[in-house]
């Protein structure tokens, strides 16, 4: 595939790989690949980091943004970028919503055609990094977890949201 993917207001987090990246790998064909408010932290792998491009993909560095990685290294992909803990709400029991004290709460920016978040919630004129936008109070209950069995090593994680609406996450 020769093509420019964009990855928006996504998260990426706790998945398990034993080769390569845990989070985010393109490969088997070349383009740019733009992120934008987007998390990839909590990802496991045998080698490799939480986003991998190989082959002839490449980070478009000019045009992504405001993304927040589990790995210091990785900042320099997107600029206005941070690295570290995001203060997930309870990411053991899969629950990616912000806590109050995340940087990346508010931290996005936006773009034509930003929606609304997984919850359905509008993001804000400044918008929080991540599939969630920021809510002050009580979360929404934690959707339940689902698995799409993979040909290989593993699989894809997503939710449902109890809507009919699932998630790859």
Same mark, same amino acid.
């Given at each position: 595939?020769? !093509?420019? #993917?964009?990855?928006? =207001?996504?998260?990426?987090?706790?998945?398990? @790989? /034993?080769?390569? &990246? %845990?989070?985010?790998?393109?490969?088997?064909?070349?383009?740019?690949?733009?992120?934008?408010?987007?998390?990839?932290?909590?990802?496991?792998?045998?080698?490799?980091?939480?986003?991998?491009?190989?082959?002839?993909?490449?980070?478009?560095?000019?045009?992504? !943004?405001? #993304?927040?990685?589990? =790995?210091?290294?990785?900042?320099?992909?997107? @600029? /206005?970028?941070? &690295? %570290?803990?995001?203060?997930?709400?309870?990411?053991?029991?899969?629950?990616?919503?912000?806590?109050?004290?995340?940087?990346?709460?508010?931290?996005?920016?936006?773009?034509?055609?930003?929606?609304?978040?997984?919850?359905?919630?509008?993001?804000?004129?400044?918008?929080?990094?991540?599939?969630?936008?920021?809510?002050?109070?009580?979360?929404?209950?934690?959707?339940?977890?689902?698995?799409?069995?993979?040909?290989?090593?593993?699989?894809?994680?997503?939710?449902?949201?109890?809507?009919?609406?699932?998630?790859?996450?």
């Amino acid at each position: 595939i020769n !093509s420019h #993917c964009v990855i928006r =207001n996504c998260t990426v987090a706790d998945n398990l @790989a /034993n080769t390569h &990246s %845990g989070g985010i790998r393109l490969e088997n064909g070349s383009g740019k690949v733009t992120m934008v408010n987007t998390i990839a932290v909590l990802n496991k792998m045998k080698s490799g980091a939480e986003v991998n491009c190989a082959d002839n993909y490449v980070i478009d560095k000019a045009n992504s !943004s405001n #993304c927040f990685f589990g =790995n210091s290294s990785e900042t320099s992909f997107a @600029a /206005n970028s941070s &690295s %570290g803990d995001p203060k997930f709400v309870d990411p053991s029991n899969g629950d990616y919503h912000l806590q109050e004290a995340s940087t990346a709460k508010g931290g996005g920016v936006t773009y034509s055609g930003i929606g609304a978040d997984l919850d359905g919630k509008q993001f804000a004129a400044m918008p929080s990094i991540g599939c969630y936008e920021f809510a002050s109070g009580e979360p929404p209950p934690v959707p339940s977890d689902w698995d799409i069995s993979g040909s290989g090593s593993g699989g894809i994680n997503g939710i449902d949201d109890g809507n009919g609406g699932k998630y790859i996450l």
